[in-house]
């Protein structure tokens, strides 16, 4: 008899996170459903305004008015977190789960020095006080790259570079030992080397600690290299959930096919040949005016009427894949006596 998998240490049911503008309401997050479990590395990939940010702020506890969560459930290491106070999920945050935001330089203070900052996350988390607190965010500082961190710790982030700035973050996210670290576009703007470091700080610390690891990009080679699962979302929801060797080996949406055709191919056979990137036509919905049904539809050679008559949920496939596509509902494929790949064509 197989021992029985562990519960996920996140679970997002039905969240829902809209936003009030003067244009009408944006759905940011629209339904989202996902699992995370204790060790992995989950990549979330999509473009700009896809929900990707907003969901796990919702997770956080940071989204704020004209935002809201209107409807859901999160559940962290067994706990429901929508019906807890600000309190209470004030003492969750850094403690127990940290997120890692976009832009380091407006993360940091500017008027405090990079290790005043980190002291202070210790401090707030019962981890250290005083010289002790001083020595331990050093010692985070080393952890995380940051060469000459003992003279460093006082520099303030102006002083450091946008790498510096990126590991800067990392460490006070690290400061309260966290079971789930969310990273939210770390390697924006910085050099391959620095890329490669700051994805390595992460790794060492899920294999040392155990954390799992959210991983928030729109960099499909960075989540090649240091995921375990994908999720891709398209207008506040997942379009395609799936391992990352399947889903680049064989993408299932139509929406996935497109983002991984228009990752540029640096081999010497398409340098030769100059072949222009591949995009994927038409336009993303303005997200106060979305299509029915799927939200792709309008964008997709293979839609059908089916497509825009009813929402489209998400389809249980082998492996762990999930595909929001009426391709893959397998029984009314079986039904109309014909197969997926038929559909395709």
């Known amino acids: 008899m197989m021992p029985a998998r ?24 629209d339904g989202v459903d996902l699992e995370v479990w204790p060790g992995e590395c989950l990549g979330v990939v999509g473009e700009s305004g896809s929900g990707k940010s907003a969901t796990f702020a919702s997770v956080m506890g940071l ?3 004209p935002g809201r969560v209107v409807e859901g459930a999160i559940t962290f290491d067994g706990q429901e977190l929508t019906t807890l106070d600000a309190r209470a999920r ?6 127990s789960m940290a997120m890692t935001m976009q832009d380091a330089l407006t993360a940091l203070n500017p008027a405090f020095t990079v290790g005043a900052q980190i002291v202070e996350m210790l401090a707030a988390h019962g981890e250290a006080a005083g010289r002790a607190a001083r020595a331990r965010a050093i010692a985070l500082m080393r952890l995380v790259g940051i060469p000459a961190a003992e003279t460093r710790i006082d520099e303030y982030p102006h002083q450091f570079s946008g790498g510096m700035r990126q590991r800067g973050v990392i460490a006070m996210a690290m400061s309260g030992r966290p079971r789930l670290i969310i990273a939210d576009e770390p390697t924006t703007a910085l050099d391959v080397t620095v890329q490669a470091q700051v994805l390595a700080v992460l790794a060492q610390r899920r294999a040392e600690t155990g954390a799992a690891v959210i991983l928030i990009t729109h960099d499909l080679g960075v989540v090649a290299e240091v995921a375990d699962r994908v999720a891709v979302m398209y207008t506040g929801r997942i379009v395609e959930e799936s391992p990352v060797d399947e889903l680049f080996a064989r993408p299932k949406h139509t929406y996935t096919e497109g983002l991984l055709r228009s990752v540029p191919k640096l081999t010497s056979e398409h340098v030769v ?37 009813e929402d489209i949920p998400l389809y249980e496939l082998e492996g762990g894949v999930k595909v929001r596509c009426v391709l893959y509902d397998l029984a009314a494929a079986v039904a109309a006596d014909h197969n997926v790949e038929q559909l395709r064509k």
């Open 6 to 29: 562990p519960e996920p240490l996140l679970a997002i049911r039905g969240l829902k996170t809209w936003f009030a503008t003067d244009r009408g309401v944006v759905r940011a997050v």
């Open 273 to 309: 040949r100059k072949e222009r990137l591949e995009t994927i036509e038409g336009i993303v919905p303005r997200p106060t005016d979305l299509p029915p049904g799927c939200h792709f539809a309008p964008r997709c050679p293979h839609r059908m009427p089916r497509c825009t008559e």
């Open 90 to 95: 004030r003492r969750l945050r850094g403690r």
């Open 63 to 65: 989204v704020r008015p």
